[in-house]
């Protein structure tokens, strides 16, 4: 591929990734190649090839004779997916505390600014800033593949949080964030793997996971669990 095709591609796949985060782009929603191609002046082809790089990222699923759909993750994938976030996001707090570039907490810090600018005015580009504080925090690491991995599942999320969320917190999310960084700058390992992992554990919360009861008799079990003590 030309540089310029390839530019073109880059520029198509941000874009079409960032209506996915901010939730312009509702999953389940069909994104026809001549659609996206006129909206945006470019060919099929560089749609195309914007499309498979977000199908690599899990964001956007090829239906055989249908085309190309903002993906739906199950419960059960979803479930998954923050198991591994949480995973790999302790493991770029343990890196953090033990090597931070020296321009880290400057960049951490301007991050949380944006977070806070964005308070209360708008939620989808509230959820895409904070999860970019987190793909931000791995890179710092100087791992290229962790951060490649955090990337991807943050991304996920978001998607995830798109369809399943209750609600989204943006207070809570940018105070905990500034204690991330807070704790890391002390070294304190534990203290930063602590309010990562309730941190992660609320933002896994707003999304209804777990199957949802479909009769009257198991919603009411619980309750008649009571009147039986």
Do not use: W
Not at 59 to 85: D, K
Not at 200 to 217: F, H, N, Q, W
Request: glycine share 6%; with cysteine.
């Amino acid at each position: 591929m030309s540089e310029s095709k390839n530019t073109l591609t880059n520029a198509v796949h941000d874009l079409l990734r960032k209506a996915i985060i901010e939730q312009a782009l509702k999953p389940g929603m069909r994104l026809p190649e001549d659609t996206v191609g006129e909206q945006f002046g470019v060919s099929r082809t560089i749609v195309r090839h914007a499309l498979v790089r977000l199908e690599n990222e899990g964001l956007v699923i090829t239906r055989r004779n249908r085309g190309a759909f903002v993906a739906e993750p199950s419960r059960e994938e979803a479930q998954q997916i923050f198991e591994v976030r949480r995973c790999l996001e302790h493991e770029v707090i343990r890196i953090l505390c033990d090597r931070m570039p020296e321009s880290g907490y400057d960049q951490l810090n301007a991050h949380v600014r944006l977070e806070q600018g964005a308070k209360g005015k708008d939620g989808p580009v509230s959820i895409r800033l904070a999860g970019e504080f987190h793909v931000l925090l791995a890179a710092l690491t100087g791992n290229e593949v962790l951060a490649r991995y955090v990337s991807e599942v943050v991304l996920r999320c978001s998607l995830i949080m798109s369809m399943y969320a209750r609600s989204h917190s943006s207070d809570c999310a940018v105070d905990e964030h500034s204690q991330i960084i807070e704790a890391i700058r002390e070294g304190d390992k534990d203290r930063a793997m602590h309010i990562m992992g309730h941190h992660l554990g609320a933002v896994a919360g707003r999304a209804e996971l777990s199957p949802k009861p479909d009769s009257i008799s198991a919603i009411l079990s619980h309750y008649g669990k009571e009147l039986a003590q």
